[in-house]
Structure formats: C-alpha cells, structure tokens
C-alpha cells in the first residue's frame, strides 16, 4: 500500500520478515535458502533471496532460470535499488507465474567492495569538509574491507536497509559459512558497545566540534552508532527476524551443529529451526531435543531451477520461520525469542525480600557443556559455542553481588544478593 506521496506506509515497511539461513559449506545451505523463497513466492508474498556468502552460489542454484541481465533503471543504468547492491536478477517468478503462485521472487548477490566504496563515498561526501575529502577519498574499498568487522558490519547494514525498504514481504539471506556468520552477527552490536564504552555519546554530542576533522568524526559516529542499533533491534525481533541451521546427517556433523546452536542463543537472531538435508533416518532429529527440525530426504538429482526448487519446497513445508511450531515439531517453542539481539534471559525473586533477597538469572544457552561467566561493571561477559558476549544486568541486579552458579538443561542460572554498599535501605 502506498500513501498519498508515493512512499510506503509504515505498514508496509513494518512486515518485511528476515530469514537468516546459516551453515558449513557443502551441506546445501545455498539450496534451502532457495527452496525457502521459492516456498514463499508461491504463498503469494514478494520475496528477495540474497547472499552474503563471498562463494555467491544462488546464481547456480537458480541456473538458467536467472535472467542474464541486471534490472536498468529509467535512466539505462544498472539498478542496484536504494541499496546500491550490485548483482541483480529477476527471475521467472518476479511476477505471478505457474512456479510461483502468485508471489514474486527476486535475488541479490551483495558485493562488500561495493558496498564499502558507495558507503565510504555518501560518508566523505555528507560529514566532511573539501580538504579532508579529497584526502579520504584517496583510500581504495579493498583498503576498508580487509579491517576485521568492516565486511560482516557492511554486509548487515545493507540487510537492514533492503528490509526498510518495504519492497518485500521476506528478505532470505544465503549467510557466509558459519564462522563468518556468527561475526555477522555479533559485529553491529560490538561495534555500537565499543563505541559507546570509548566515545560517550553525551561526550561527543556535548560540545561544539572545534574543526571540520571533529565534525567528521562525531558525523562518523553517529552514523556508526545509529545503523548499528537498527540492524541491533531489526534482527532481535522475533517478529521480524530467525534463522534457520541446515546440516547434515552424520555424528561430526550433529556435533557442530549443536555447538553452533549454543552460539547462536548468545549472539544471533532469535533461532527457529533446523534442517537437516539429505537425511536418512528420522532418529537423526533426536540430538536437537526441543527444536523444531525439519527433515529433507536425500534427492536423486540435485535441485537446479525453480521448478526443482518448487518441488523440494514440498519437504520444507514446515520451515515457515514467521508462523507458530511446526506440525511436527511437538509443540516445542524457538530458541532464544527476545525482544533484542542478546542471549534469551529471565530475572526472578526466588526468596527473601530487602537486604535478604535472593534474585535469579536464567540464560538459555541450549546444548552448551561449558559456559565462562565474568562480571565487568553493569554487564555479564558470557562465552560459551566460541562467542563472547556482553549482556547487560537488569537494573535490580546492578546493586547486586554473584552468590553462584550453575549449567543445567541448556539453562545458565546465576544467582544473586543485594549488596549492602549499594542497596537503597
């Protein structure tokens, strides 16, 4: 629905969906995320499939269904949308067609060069004075990429920015492999922490920049600071965003995946399922107790075009990651649903009142053998599936001492007393 200008209502921009799809190379992640969006083409919504893994596979997923051209703009350019991704393609199904129902399909291959040299353009161009410009402008994309974070952090924001757009109902992000993916994830978050613990916002907004390097610099940071908290709330919401882990059969594979699972509680998205390709025996979905699973048997072919893809959708009829449990997930709630991109936490009076009390913390941390558990200041610094993770205290328990701890049924419980120095008598 459009407003009377023209523009999207907030409506419109509200109800784009994330659906993050994440796994180790070679198990089919690429090929999900594709039956994924091909499901929710033909359901009837408008859906962008995207891919942030540097492999770029989507184009060879689809196959010859991809158009061998990018979209042109009016002006006979390459449309790389708001966004300025570059790679675009639409395909058979950008329109209501016997493959997709009477939804639309779309891809998007993002390229963080690109990206870091329009975005390194806009800032030089917006926050800093002729003189620094022409000296900024001197550095090459390839310069900014390789600083570590730049690229997860790059490839995030531009996530958001297509989900605000409010041209699809779903956005399916291909994610890189799953080490790169969960520094995806973490770096926004880090990044807006850094800053906030190095350069105080009340600091660097509480005077008057005395050069146009300082004006850049606070432009810079307000910038970093304000994307870095819309991609922060956009993908912690469960009603917004999940992610799915694609795996396969096997022993070593299961153990990765339930690590990764652990991982993800702490730093990623809200989860919401797995699926396991190529799966041989249901038996294989009893080491994700509590998850829903979906099962995709093993194909004679492999899936390449929309049609496969349509038909392999059939098997993921259960993967609808914005509804509520699967049919066949017994009833079992997601994991780590919270209203921000942090660990899924509880606080609770468990006895005593005043000076006496004793207040409980729970982290659900499904599958973690191990947790590291550290105070600094007003946060807890939890590590657990290799990601360390800041978590800020509810304010009862600033004003509180660690009593102890314990790891249990996928749930960290920490307990606490009121410390008399600075509890309010």
């Known amino acids: 629905m459009e407003e009377a200008g023209g523009g999207l209502s907030e409506h419109d ?21 594709s039956a994924s969006a091909v499901a929710a083409a033909r359901a009837g919504e408008r859906v962008l499939v995207t ?14 269904d991809c158009c061998g051209a990018p979209l042109q703009s009016d002006s006979g350019e390459s449309d790389a949308g708001e966004s300025g991704a570059a790679g675009v393609d639409v ?41 620094i410009a022409a000296t900024a402008g001197e ?7 390789i600083v570590p974070g730049v690229q997860e952090f790059l490839g995030m924001a531009e996530i958001a920015e297509l989900a605000g757009s409010g041209r699809w109902d779903r956005v399916v992000i291909d994610c890189p492999p799953t080490g790169a993916a969960l520094r995806m994830f973490e770096t926004p978050s880090a990044l807006g922490a850094y800053l906030e613990r190095l350069w105080p916002r009340h600091r660097r907004l509480g005077r008057i920049p005395s050069s146009a390097r300082m004006l850049a610099a606070v432009g810079a940071a307000e910038q970093l ?4 908290s819309r991609i922060d709330s956009l993908v912690g919401d469960p009603a917004r965003s999940a992610v799915t882990v694609v795996t396969a059969p096997g022993a070593v594979a299961t153990a990765e995946t339930r690590r990764i699972l652990t991982a993800l ?17 249901a038996d294989e979905a009893e080491a994700y107790e509590g998850v829903r699973v979906v099962r995709v048997p093993e194909a004679e072919d492999e899936p390449v075009g929309v049609e496969a893809l349509a038909r392999l959708s059939g098997a993921l009829g259960a993967l609808d990651v914005h509804a509520g449990p699967a049919p066949d997930a017994g009833g ?35 599958f973690a053998d191990t947790v590291q558990a550290g105070r600094a200041g007003d946060d807890l610094i939890l590590t657990a599936g290799g990601v360390r993770r800041r978590v800020p205290l509810a304010p009862v328990l600033r004003r509180c001492a660690v009593q102890d701890g314990a790891l ?7 307990r606490f007393r009121p410390d008399p120095e600075v509890w309010p008598l």
Request: charged content about 20%; aromatic content about 2%.
């Open 332 to 366: 079992a709630t997601a994991i780590g649903e919270r209203g921000g991109c942090a660990p899924a936490t509880s606080v609770r009076l468990e006895s005593g009142s005043g000076l006496e009390s004793v207040y409980a913390l729970s982290v659900r941390l499904p």
């Open 225 to 228: 600071d304000a994307s870095a």
């Open 91 to 131: 395909l058979p199904g950008s329109g209501p067609t016997a493959a997709t129902g009477g939804g639309s399909l779309e891809l998007r291959e993002l390229d963080t060069v690109e990206l870091a040299a329009r975005r390194w353009r806009s800032l030089v161009g917006t926050v800093t004075g002729a003189r």
């Open 408 to 414: 249990g049924d996928g749930v960290l419980r920490i």
């Open 265 to 281: 509680a702490l730093a990623g998205p809200p989860m919401h399922s797995v699926v396991i390709n190529r799966s041989r025996s």
């Open 139 to 145: 550095l090459l994309p390839e310069e900014l990429t």
């Open 13 to 33: 921009v509200a109800k784009t969906r994330l659906h993050f799809v994440v796994g180790k190379g070679g198990v089919g992640k690429s090929t999900i995320a």
């Open 51 to 64: 891919s942030l893994d540097e492999a770029h596979s989507l184009r060879d997923v689809f196959g010859a």
